[in-house]
């Protein structure tokens, strides 16, 4: 790939400034300065320093986000505020795009990469991922609503939903119910809840396959993640 292309797409300006850049011998590949914008260069493998700041090339970003209510998963909208609008320019370069979906009133872990492949992965329904959510509903379920919601309910337009799980948390009312499902439709956890009669007020969603959301994460901020926790998202459930 061209130096001045590479550059250019990691953010260090325009492809005109990297060439000035490159001109004042800001630029080093393998300790010499390199004025050629025609250059080709291995970005994973060359050793190239920008004012003897070491360009460190990755081809995939993966965030995890909690996030906040109000904004909306997408990438771009015309009048609401989106999760990409909470990224510094530093990673809004990599073009990422939330993986799935969250409702504007839900909060909780939200992934962005632009790693199509894992996305598709984590997001199809044959592959099973599980995601996890807390749920606050507005009234205590029935032994009967545990079991319907176990086994799978038929949502309002007919769908049945698959196997899911249901626990309580230690310590807590029995208003909040921790449901794991491996599928992503629409609403999907507000409906479910719906189709046995009761209704969520609150939801977040607290984990993604075998990866949680970090406590350290306020609403609102992210934090991108390390090798292992992308390789475990890579395995799926565990
Ligand atoms: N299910 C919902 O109803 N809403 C979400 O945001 C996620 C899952």
């Known amino acids: 790939m061209r130096i001045d292309k590479l550059l250019a797409n990691m953010g260090f300006g325009s492809r005109k400034e990297v060439k000035q850049l490159l001109k004042k011998g800001g630029v080093t590949l393998s300790g010499a300065p390199v004025k050629d914008a025609k250059t080709q260069v291995d970005p994973e493998n060359d050793d190239i320093e920008i004012f003897g700041e070491k360009v460190e090339y990755k081809p995939n970003i993966y965030l995890m986000m909690n996030k906040p209510q109000g904004v909306i998963s997408a990438t771009e909208d015309a009048s609401e505020s989106t999760v990409l609008d909470l990224l510094e320019t530093e990673d809004l370069i990599y073009d990422p795009f939330p993986v799935g979906r969250l409702d504007k009133d839900t909060t909780g872990f939200m992934l962005l990469t632009n790693d199509g492949k894992l996305a598709h992965q984590l997001t199809s329904p044959k592959k099973k991922v599980d995601k996890t959510y807390r749920v606050h509903i507005d009234g205590v379920l029935t032994k009967d609503q545990e079991e319907e919601l176990k086994a799978g309910v038929v949502l309002d337009d007919g769908y049945k939903t698959k196997p899911a799980k249901l626990a309580y948390y230690n310590g807590e009312p029995e208003t909040t119910v921790q449901l794991t499902i491996t599928e ?22 607290e984990s993604i396959g075998p990866l949680t959301l970090d406590p350290d994460l306020e609403p609102g901020t992210y934090r991108e993640l390390n090798d292992d926790e992308v390789e475990l998202l890579r395995k799926g459930n565990l």
């Open 184 to 205: 992503g439709k629409f609403h999907q956890v507000k409906r479910m809840f719906q189709a046995v009669g009761r209704k969520v007020v609150a939801l977040k969603r």
